[in-house]
């Protein structure tokens, strides 16, 4: 299981930064390269990639505090662990904090990509927080 943190301070409040981070269907404009749709209660898949190609994460919510916290579990069928979306108020501003902790099957050979992936994932990561950030200090 690989752990991956990443945080990005929003100039909005907490209530707005969280109603941004949990419109699943918009969060396309900010995560790089994915598009994301709830599917049931709970359920959400989100697919990763440019074009018809990508890769298909599916997604239960297993936690939901708002306006603080959401945690999701990737159920597969590649992804598989656990994410979460935090909101830390700060008055008028908030920090927004993305946790991941994944896996992939396969075993050594899944340890491997994971290792071989942490720098572009870092990076795709860092790019959708900046741009995450500018999304919720406008949205509406």
């Known amino acids: 299981m690989s752990e991956r943190r990443y945080e990005v301070e929003v100039g909005a409040p907490a209530e707005q930064v969280w109603a941004a981070a949990v419109d699943w269907e918009r969060q396309g404009e900010w995560m790089f390269a994915t598009r994301v749709r709830q599917v049931g209660d709970t359920r959400l898949r989100?697919?990763?990639g440019v074009g018809p190609a990508g890769l298909v994460?599916?997604?239960e919510i297993v936690d939901w505090d708002p306006p603080r916290r959401c945690t999701v579990r990737h159920?597969?069928?590649v992804l598989?662990?656990?994410a979460a979306f935090e909101v830390v108020p700060a008055g008028a501003r908030s920090r927004f904090v993305w946790t991941e902790r994944l896996a992939l099957p396969g075993g050594a050979a899944g340890r491997l990509?994971?290792?071989a992936?942490?720098?572009p994932f870092g990076w795709f990561a860092?790019?959708?927080?900046r741009r995450f950030a500018r999304f919720a200090e406008k949205y509406r």
Do not use: H, M, Q
Request: without cysteine; hydrophobic residues 40%; aromatic residues 0%.
């Open 80 to 82: 598989l662990g656990e």
């Open 46 to 48: 989100a697919v990763t």
């Open 75 to 77: 159920t597969g069928p």
């Open 113 to 115: 990509a994971l290792t």
């Open 117 to 119: 992936t942490s720098l």
């Open 57 to 59: 994460d599916n997604l």
């Open 126 to 129: 860092k790019l959708s927080l």
